[in-house]
C-alpha cells in the first residue's frame, strides 16, 4: 500500500491549508495516522497523530493551530493547519501504522512529503 498526499503549497502568515493523505487501497486494520515535518537542516518531527479510536495528539508548536482527523474507513488523514507561521515551513509526511490483512503484524508507511511554504 501507498500513502498519497496532497494539499501543500505556498500561503502566506496567517494563512490556512488543508493537507489530505490516503492509502492507495483498503486496509484491514489501522492502529493510527500521522503528520511529520522535516525543515530544512532540522530533524523530522512529529505534528499531530491519531488513533484508530480518535485520540489526538499535537506538538507543542501547532497546539489550538492545527486539527487532524480521519475518515471514518481509517484510511485518510487530514491536516487542517490555521495562523500558519514561517516556522511551519517544512516538507510534511503523512504517516501510519497499518495491517493490511488479518493476523498480519503492524507496520509503518510513509508518504512521498509535500511541501508547505509559508512566506511573510
Known amino acids: 500500500v501507498q500513502l498519497q498526499a496532497s494539499g501543500g503549497g505556498l500561503v502566506q502568515v496567517g494563512g490556512s491549508l488543508r493537507l489530505s493523505c490516503a492509502a492507495s487501497?483498503?486496509?484491514?486494520?489501522?492502529?493510527?495516522m500521522g503528520w511529520y515535518r522535516q525543515a530544512p537542516g532540522k530533524e523530522r518531527e512529529l505534528v499531530a497523530s491519531i488513533t484508530r479510536s480518535g485520540l489526538t495528539r499535537y506538538a507543542d508548536s501547532v497546539n489550538g493551530r492545527f486539527a487532524i482527523s480521519m475518515n471514518t474507513a481509517k484510511t485518510s488523514v487530514y491536516l487542517q493547519m490555521s495562523s500558519l507561521k514561517p516556522e511551519d515551513t517544512a516538507v510534511y509526511y503523512c504517516?501510519?501504522?497499518?495491517?493490511?490483512?488479518?493476523?498480519?503484524?503492524?507496520?509503518?508507511?510513509w508518504g512521498p512529503g509535500t511541501l508547505v511554504t509559508v512566506s511573510s
Open positions: 487501497r483498503s486496509i484491514f486494520s489501522t492502529n493510527f
Open positions: 504517516n501510519a501504522e497499518f495491517a493490511l490483512k488479518p493476523a498480519y503484524p503492524y507496520d509503518t508507511f
